[in-house]
């Protein structure tokens, strides 16, 4: 089955065609970054604008890398939400006219559950059962995952994402939106003994997160060292030091209770944050030390992309599951451990 899957729930208009037989065939992205930094945010309507304007082409350009013609698609897959409404809409109302004028099934999926099912598109996909750690710019979530749609919530940050945390600490050490690659990189020269900022809610049991409170620690860092006329470059390092020290500690406290917790030796790290390396290299280092293994997918499939989509998709379309024809979805809020196994039941 040949899958086009669409993405554009946020600020990426994300293409790309699966194959059921043949895996990913082609893939295409274009991220509005660049528009929204001047806004230091995504601007939603600009957002939806954007997305009008790009997906169309991008469609060609896709099929056109993987050879075939509309007519050879089996299915359209589609991101149904959670995101923004305006944007959700855009790929929504998209997808349903193409696969009504071409006359096949089409299916809206939940954004979340790409990221999570992501790694399945590397060389060496994850086995069921896992632990899922999503970090994006809109969760944070531990999940466990037994199968498709099989999935039970462990988890969640009780206010900001981790995402959203480097993306606001970013802003406060003046650097461009969105923060997270940029913190990293200017972290890397941060000296880590400098600051020491707490690792929430890992004093206590549970597997939720806070990452609020390491807001008024950044500022409060930022003030200090303004009032001694002390904000410098170096200075400013290490203040992104200490955030993403606190930030990845607190995920790696969280991910061996969930590994320790559900008994399970593989964890998955997908959605933007699982592209830190900091991250990524002390996930190492735990899996190693009990013999657990850690998946992720490749660099561009971390952030928002179509592929996942189109994957997401096309496992749903096989079992048989599908929008009814001219009820295109568009759901702003969608938490997935609402999703459910398909009814034929693959997974
Ligand atoms: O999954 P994603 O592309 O979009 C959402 O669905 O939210 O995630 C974007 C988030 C942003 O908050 C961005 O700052 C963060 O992922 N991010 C990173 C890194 N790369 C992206 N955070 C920390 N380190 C990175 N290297
Ligand atoms: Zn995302």
């Not at 991008?58 to 995101?83: F, M």
């Not at 039970?152 to 939106?177: P, T």
């Not at 890397?188 to 049991?205: L, V």
């Amino acid at each position: 089955m040949r899958v086009l899957g669409i993405e554009t729930s946020c600020d990426e208009t994300g293409v790309a065609l699966y194959d059921t037989e043949r895996g990913l065939m082609a893939d295409a992205l274009y991220s509005q970054v660049a528009m929204h930094a001047e806004f230091g945010g995504v601007v939603p309507e600009l957002a939806s604008r954007d997305h009008t304007r790009r997906l169309l082409p991008l469609i060609e350009q896709v099929l056109e890398e993987a050879r075939l013609s509309r007519g050879e698609l089996d299915a359209i897959a589609y991101t149904a939400g959670p995101g923004l409404v305006g944007a959700l809409m855009v790929g929504a109302a998209t997808a349903h006219g193409m696969a009504r004028a071409l006359g096949i099934p089409v299916l809206g999926v939940h954004h979340m559950e790409g990221h999570l099912l992501a790694p399945m598109l590397e060389d060496e996909p994850p086995a069921f059962p896992f632990v899922a750690l999503l970090v994006s710019g809109g969760h944070t979530q531990l999940v466990e995952v037994k199968g498709l749609g099989r999935y039970r919530l462990l988890g969640e940050s009780v206010d900001d994402a981790a995402g959203e945390a480097f993306d606001k600490a970013a802003k406060m050490l003046g650097l461009d939106y969105p923060g997270g690659p940029q913190v990293a990189r200017l972290a890397e020269r941060g000296d880590p003994g400098r600051f020491r900022f707490p690792r929430p809610m890992t004093d206590r049991p549970g597997l939720d997160f806070s990452f609020s409170g390491l807001k008024t620690h950044t500022l409060t860092a930022i003030r200090q060292l303004e009032a001694a006329a002390e904000l410098d470059d170096p200075a400013r390092a290490d203040v992104a030091r200490a955030f993403e020290e606190a930030v990845v500690d607190t995920l790696v406290i969280k991910c061996r209770r969930a590994l320790d917790q559900t008994g399970l030796k593989r964890l998955v790290v997908a959605g933007g944050v699982s592209a830190n390396l900091r991250l990524r290299e002390r996930l190492e280092h735990e899996c190693a030390k009990r013999s657990a293994r850690a998946y992720y997918p490749r660099g561009r499939f971390c952030t928002d992309n179509g592929a996942m989509i189109a994957y997401v998709g096309a496992q749903r379309l096989l079992a048989g599951e599908r929008d009814e024809i001219g009820v295109m979805k568009a759901v702003p809020r969608w938490p997935m451990d609402s999703l459910e196994a398909p009814a034929s039941g693959q997974a």
